[in-house]
């Protein structure tokens, strides 16, 4: 591939950083147009930064089919920004398949000319490592992945926790516990790090 030409479907598939997105792509058969791969190519890999910011500065959405939906305990590492950490959370939306799609055809007649690649995004409530409380973000699917979790860690009994919460079945008194638990576990992870400093 040259550096002027638009990647063909399979190359953008590879460039996408998120191995989830780029497995269910290929699953689906996705085919992305050149508009779109065009889109996607100065976005995961721009010249410079005025073609990364041109992504935003024209009205360009991209339909963006990925594996995430509500409930989903997800890890988010955008890796254009070397020193931020993964960020995990769980999915808000696409709550399923008919929801993505409704809103896929609402960007692209409804309000086509109001919508841009901003709109990609998904909507994730990520976990505060600091207090246990979650806060509200839209990162692109791009850099989206499944949650590795050690499955006993009070990281996941908390998410899975909060995802029954979320799906109206679970304890507030239960969540609220293990949120007290989880944020323990990281007050003594710290403590063990600095060397038994309190």
């Known amino acids: 591939m040259t550096e002027s030409k638009i990647p063909t479907n399979e190359e953008i598939i590879a460039m996408i950083p998120s191995k989830a997105v780029r497995e269910y ?9 050149e508009h779109e791969r065009d889109i996607l190519r100065r976005y995961i890999k721009p010249k410079n930064k005025d073609e990364a910011d041109s992504v935003y500065a024209e009205q360009n959405y991209v339909t963006l089919p990925h594996p995430f939906r509500k409930g989903d305990i997800v890890t988010v590492c955008d890796k254009r920004f070397k020193n931020r950490k993964p960020e995990t959370g769980i999915m808000w939306s696409p709550k399923d398949d008919e929801d993505f799609w ?5 960007a692209k007649t ?7 690649f901003t709109d990609v995004a998904t909507t ?4 505060s490592p600091d207090d246990g409380f979650f806060r509200h973000g839209h990162p692109n699917p791009l850099w989206i992945e499944y949650a590795e979790l050690d499955e006993d860690s009070a990281e996941a009994r908390f998410l899975r926790s909060a995802v029954k919460l979320q799906n109206g079945n679970g304890s507030l008194e239960e969540t609220d516990e293990l949120r007290s638990e989880y944020v323990a576990s990281r007050k003594k992870k710290i403590s063990k790090n600095l060397g038994g400093i309190k």
């Open 25 to 33: 792509l290929v699953k689906i058969n996705w085919q992305f147009d």
């Open 102 to 106: 409704n809103f896929d055809r609402r």
């Open 124 to 127: 994730v409530d990520f976990l």
């Open 110 to 116: 409804d309000l086509k000319g109001f919508v841009d």
